[in-house]
């Protein structure tokens, strides 16, 4: 069976990242490995990690990205949740047989090899679950 | 200086319980190590843990509980990420110095000895965030 091992990462959804970066490095104290655009994504990234998991800080860079749409109707705040698993494929399929509805059927692939998909938010309870295997 | 150490737990408002256990127990494979009524917060809860975070299943028992008005606002979906931190007295005068706007300006001590506060999402670019010592 196909086991969720961890919650990888919680990612958030900013207007101002600057704003964002005063709360969460400079008031909270964490700190910020990567800070980089990911223009496939047309978004600003930012990472901070935690023991095993990150907390991620996503602008939009383009009023015309799924994010931008999703901070336009929602307002800024908690985006979604990744769960780190085992075996993607076979959770997948495994939902799929259980008529979960996914955004992504197949897990894609990221520039650095990881897989993912993303669980619609309709099955999920209003939570749009990203899964993740490393 | 105080430290976050980790995500402690997601909690998720739902407004169905056994549905949204369908989905986190049943489809994903999460085991539910607790699902118990919390009077004093109006409220249903389910712990799901990971290795080392939970998820957090939160169902209004009430309508008037602080959950149940956020249901109603926002629908179900996700609702805060907690951060376990290694000295909360001193992380929360920190942000006060900050002046960052704090729910619990003290820490509240649950029935377990925990010790948590509740950062505003004024502050925060819209999350609540809840901060606990264990």
Same mark, same amino acid.
């Given at each position: 069976?196909?086991q969720v ?26 700190e ?6 990911v ?23 383009? !009023? +015309?990205?799924?994010?931008?749409? &999703? ?5 800024? *705040?908690?985006?979604? /949740?990744? %769960? ?16 979960i ?5 197949q897990?894609?692939?990221? !520039? +650095?090899?990881k897989?993912?998909? &993303?669980?619609?938010?309709e099955?999920? *309870?209003?939570?749009? /679950?990203? %899964?993740?295997?490393?």
């Open positions: 069976m196909p091992k961890q919650i990888n990462h919680v990612a958030i959804v900013v207007d101002d990242m600057e704003q964002a970066l005063s709360f969460w490095r400079d008031a909270l104290g964490m910020v490995a990567e800070l980089r655009d223009p496939a994504e047309k978004s600003q990234v930012a990472f901070l990690p935690l023991r095993d998991s990150d907390v991620e800080l996503v602008r939009p860079a383009s !009023a +015309d990205s799924g994010i931008a749409k &999703f901070l336009a109707k929602r307002g800024p *705040g908690l985006h979604h /949740v990744c %769960l780190e698993v085992d075996d993607i494929e076979g959770l997948l399929a495994q939902l799929h047989a259980k008529n509805r996914l955004i992504n059927e897990p894609r692939i990221a !520039a +650095d090899g897989r993912y998909a &993303f669980i619609h938010p099955s999920a *309870g209003g939570v749009l /679950v990203e %899964l993740y295997q490393i």
